[in-house]
């Protein structure tokens, strides 16, 4: 037990990498049970795994690895949840102050789904190859990988840096869409 977080701990790939082939899967369903979200599960157990590695300096010998990844898992989901709870109360209200908002905005919504597309060709070309593989086309991470030939776990990273990266460039949008809606 403390041989393998102390060897996370000292930045060992191949461990980190055998943790991730172990836990990968019963992570994912731990979160699909209490979620019922394969998008909240996928999340979760991406940003569990990066967060298990950035901070793995800060791992407790005294505890197991799996307790600890749980753990961190079960901060991310809720993390997540909560951030989705406040999206669709945020949506109830637009919808329900401006029930006409559809049909007054319809060219505001092209003119921003074209930012978010541009913001997505904007992303280095293999990002933005395996964002649309995964995101438009629904092919999973393995697919991906065998598809352009490098690691599901590389898959994985790029993803979760395209979807940072598009949440970075789109907040920049943020100040506008407030603007017109005020």
Known sequence: MES????????????????????????????????????????TVQLSFILLWEKREKLSTNYDISVQLFRIAKSVMTDLLRKQQVRNRHTETLVRETPDWHMETDLTVKEELTRVYNSIEQLSPIRRNVFKLSRFEGLPHKEIAKQLSISPKTVENHIVRAIRQLKDSLLLLLPAIVAWLC
């Open 4 to 43: 393998i977080v102390q060897d996370i701990k000292n930045g060992n790939i191949e461990c980190f990498k055998m943790i991730y082939q172990q836990y990968h899967t019963k992570l994912y369903f731990y979160v699909l049970k209490c979620t019922h979200s394969a998008y909240l599960s996928e999340e």
